[in-house]
T-cell receptor
Framework: DAGVIQSPRHEVTEMGQEVTLRCKPI?????LFWYRQTMMRGLELLIY????????DSGMPEDRFSAKMPNASFSTLKIQPSEPRDSAVYFC???????????FGPGTRLTVL | QQPVQSPQAVILREGEDAVINCSSS?????VHWYRQKHGEAPVFLMI?????EQKGHDKISASFNEKKQQSSLYLTASQLSYSGTYFC????????????FGTGTKLQVIP
């Protein structure tokens, strides 16, 4: 199994630009989580999906952030417009139905200049 | 609310033991433990679902004290490969779905 796949691995953009992060969960997993990790705030849950449906987006910082999961094998996290304080590592994780172990992707390191 | 971990950082020599604590101000239903090596993604270690439960594999084990709203991770006879940041996470009844992670404990094992 390839594990959770995220792209891009690194993204450098300028303030005001739109950024789209992508995630492919492990096949057969029905829950997907988006996290943001910074030194100051640690590992924060932004949003999670169950069976492609958003269940809890209370961690999404602002309206500038949006996430979609159009099908079981793909999810996006979009930031529009991006700001320097959005700089962080963004992780996607997936979980198999009935299980507890979260499998994390390698992360996307986002730098907003 | 984010669980609190202690200590924030610890340095061990190979073969020494360590304990990492995780405390919550709210009732604990489940405790998840993950390890993240530098520049890598977090990796699942174990989950405890019941008060009084203890688990372990290799020389890493954990306990869950429901009444005290805390969990402890025990690393015995530490190896260089144990280096990394350890996160505890608290979850709802049943364990899965939304997990709130602590700020982490950075562990460094030196020869």
């Amino acid at each position: 199994d390839a594990g959770v796949i995220q792209s891009p691995r690194h993204e450098v953009t300028e303030m005001g630009q739109e950024v789209t992060l992508r995630c492919k969960p492990i096949s057969g997993h029905n829950s997907l989580f988006w996290y943001r990790q910074t030194m100051m705030r640690g590992l924060e849950l932004l949003i999670y999906f169950n069976n492609n449906v958003p269940i809890d987006d209370s961690g999404m910082p602002e309206d500038r952030f949006s996430a979609k999961m159009p099908n079981a094998s793909f999810s996006t996290l979009k930031i529009q417009p991006s700001e320097p304080r959005d700089s962080a590592v963004y992780f996607c994780a997936s979980v198999e139905r009935g299980n507890n172990e979260q499998f994390f992707g390698p992360g996307t390191r986002l730098t907003v200049l | 609310q984010q669980p609190v971990q202690s200590p924030q950082a610890v340095i061990l020599r190979e073969g020494e033991d360590a304990v990492i604590n995780c405390s919550s101000s709210k009732a604990l239903y489940s405790v998840h433990w993950y390890r993240q090596k530098h520049g890598e993604a977090p990796v699942f270690l174990m989950i405890l679902l019941k008060g009084g439960e203890q688990k372990g594999h290799d020389k890493i084990s954990a306990s869950f004290n429901e009444k005290k709203q805390q969990s402890s991770l025990y690393l015995t006879a530490s190896q260089l490969s144990y280096s990394g940041t350890y996160f505890c996470g608290t979850g709802p009844p049943g364990g899965y779905q939304k997990v709130t992670f602590g700020t982490g404990t950075k562990l460094q094992v030196i020869p």
